[in-house]
């Protein structure tokens, strides 16, 4: 099992940053295909082909949600899984990077609390089928 961090919205789920096919919206259910590219992230450093951002286990997504500063209350940690070239990020160790993922039917999480941590006493959001 992986996780992926995505904005939470009422009826569906969305990528933070980048779409695929035109969407930010993620399916629920179905393999969902990275659109392999080169690229560079943020930090200007080299190259390197893009992929769905993974993390290898929820302590690491917890650590990297905390770096967020805005849009805390729309973030999330879901579980998925992942096929395909699975690698780590060249900038960052703790993420990878996957070809394919498919995030589960059914999932609940915790909402993160305005210090970006996750609020143990929420409640779980909606199940989806």
Request: charged share 30%; glycine share 8%.
């Amino acid at each position: 099992m992986w996780y992926k961090i995505v904005e939470k919205h009422p009826d569906k789920l969305k990528t933070l940053f980048h779409g695929t096919n035109g969407s930010r919206t993620l399916e629920l259910g179905v393999w969902l295909e990275a659109k392999i590219k080169m690229v560079r992230d943020g930090s200007g450093g080299k190259k390197y082909k893009s992929g769905w951002h993974i993390f290898k286990n929820y302590g690491d997504a917890v650590g990297f949600l905390e770096k967020f500063k805005k849009r805390r209350e729309l973030l999330c940690i879901v579980p998925c899984l992942a096929s395909g070239n699975v690698r780590v990020k060249p900038s960052n160790s703790i993420v990878y990077l996957a070809e394919r993922i498919k995030i589960y039917d059914t999932f609940s999480y915790r909402n993160v609390d305005m210090d970006g941590r996750l609020d143990r006493n929420s409640k779980a959001y909606p199940t989806y089928s």
